[in-house]
């Protein structure tokens, strides 16, 4: 296990009201994440024309392999391009063989109409200029097939942030928005059916036109530009957030869409933007803050006054505490976070409750010690750490659940309750 990092009590930067800044632990050590190759799971699954090589070692295609299971398309939409260890001498081979790799691939998958060369950690990949390789392939195969590159390194990325590079990796190339016309964009994979949910809602509304990033084929990116508004749906997208302002678009200040409260937000924040009249707006959410309202009922029987410790994992932890806290009455216990991001997750923190205690960052020993000390009904956390917590009775939720579950919306806020109260359920059947 790694040695103890020092901590420090930080202060946030930006959150609205010195008073309501809540104290951030920061904490710097051993991590237990996944590294960021893991969003090509559902990515792969977002665009449909779009394929993901990732150059890396062979640790990278079986992390990909196990996470993604048996891949169930006629045709694949990942791989890894496995490049053995060679000295800065064979590194020009190495990009003729790449050149070779995504030739091959290409000619026999015409139907790839964008893809990705994805970064990894070994030092033979850090050394070959992805960026430079992916312009280079991308004018031979003009016309044909877009290329660009990010990575998905553990060096660089936790788990959902190859998300976030992949994003902004396709912001520069998304086409200029010049109809002088305001748009709404929503960014971040969602699963369709949840975005359709979602586009159906701004329709009734009355907000169009409503674009996606990203969208389900590459001939579709949205355009962007200066009248663009952007909604993110994910708290995980700071960079992709950044490249789009560096556009011209402008980011509306909203909770994330977990529950009825954080949907309301959410849609709320966007009929302000769009000058969509106030009764109407609640007149159109009415029905499904409702039926959102009586699903989490039914699990906040069970969770309501229960004691939650989120380990840091996805970044999803703070939105996700503010809904178990303000919907389901949960106490939140410790909220840890890979990466805060204090201008997105502003509005989320103020909604906590107050003093509740947030670190950013991951000292694995140091956060289990306290796990341990605090005895929570429920540790939402990492795979690895999930067994060795429930061997020592500990209740645990797998964090990787509540990223692969539809949970945004108002549909699936019943079903995002009860992700929390199914583990409690279960001990409780364990120790009757
Ligand atoms: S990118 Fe790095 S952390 Fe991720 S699987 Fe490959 S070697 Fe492991």
Not at 172 to 200: I, K, M, N
Not at 215 to 237: D, E, H, I, K, S
Not at 337 to 362: D, F, K, N, V
Request: hydrophobic share 45%; proline share 6%.
């Amino acid at each position: 296990m790694s040695p103890s990092a020092p901590l420090a009590i930080a202060r946030c930067a930006t959150a609205p009201h010195a008073a309501e800044r809540p104290p951030v632990l920061r904490e710097r050590g051993q991590r237990e994440v996944f590294c960021g190759l893991t969003g090509i799971v559902w990515l792969h699954r977002k665009i449909q024309d779009a394929f993901f090589l990732v150059v890396g070692s062979r640790t990278c295609a079986h992390l990909l392999q196990s996470a993604a299971g048996v891949m169930v398309f006629a045709e694949p939409r990942f791989a890894t391009a496995i490049i053995e260890e060679r000295d800065l001498a064979g590194m020009a081979d190495c990009n003729d063989e790449l050149d070779r790799v995504v030739d091959r691939l290409l000619s026999r998958r015409p139907d790839i109409k964008l893809l990705f060369l994805v970064g990894s950690c070994p030092s033979e990949v850090i050394k070959l200029d992805l960026s430079r390789a992916a312009a280079r392939l991308s004018n031979k195969h003009a016309g044909a097939t877009r290329i660009l590159a990010y990575s998905g390194s553990g060096i660089e990325t936790t788990f959902t942030e190859g998300e976030d590079a992949c994003l902004a990796a396709l912001v520069p190339d998304l086409p200029a928005d010049r109809s002088g016309a305001a748009s709404l964009l929503l960014v971040g994979a969602l699963p369709d059916v949840v975005e359709d949910q979602f586009l159906r809602l701004f329709a009734a509304l009355g907000i169009a036109p409503v674009h996606v990033l990203p969208a389900r084929r590459a001939g579709a990116m949205p355009p962007v530009g200066a009248n663009t508004r952007f909604l993110l749906a994910q708290p995980f997208l700071g960079e992709t957030a950044r490249a789009l302002e560096n556009r011209g678009a402008v980011r509306l200040d909203a909770l994330f869409p977990f529950g009825a409260d954080g949907t309301t937000d959410w849609l709320h924040a966007a009929a302000t933007a769009f000058g969509i009249e106030e009764m109407h707006f609640r007149r159109t959410v009415a029905k499904g803050r409702a039926r959102a309202k009586r699903a989490i009922a039914h699990a906040a029987d069970r969770l309501a006054g229960k004691r939650v410790f989120f380990l840091p994992d996805s970044q999803l932890e703070i939105p996700l505490a503010r809904f178990l806290a303000t919907e389901v009455g949960m106490v939140p216990v410790e909220v840890g976070t890979p990466y805060l991001h204090r201008a997105h997750l502003a509005r989320e923190l103020t909604r906590l409750p107050a003093g509740t205690p947030i670190s950013e960052g991951q000292d694995v020993d140091r956060q289990l010690d306290r796990v341990r000390a605090a005895r929570p009904d429920l540790t939402v956390c990492g795979l690895g750490l999930a067994n060795p917590l429930e061997a020592e009775g500990l209740t645990t939720k797998w964090a990787i659940e509540l990223v692969f579950a539809p949970i945004h919306g108002f549909d699936q806020a019943g079903d995002l309750a009860e992700l929390f109260a199914r583990p409690l359920r279960r001990r409780a059947g364990l120790t009757v």
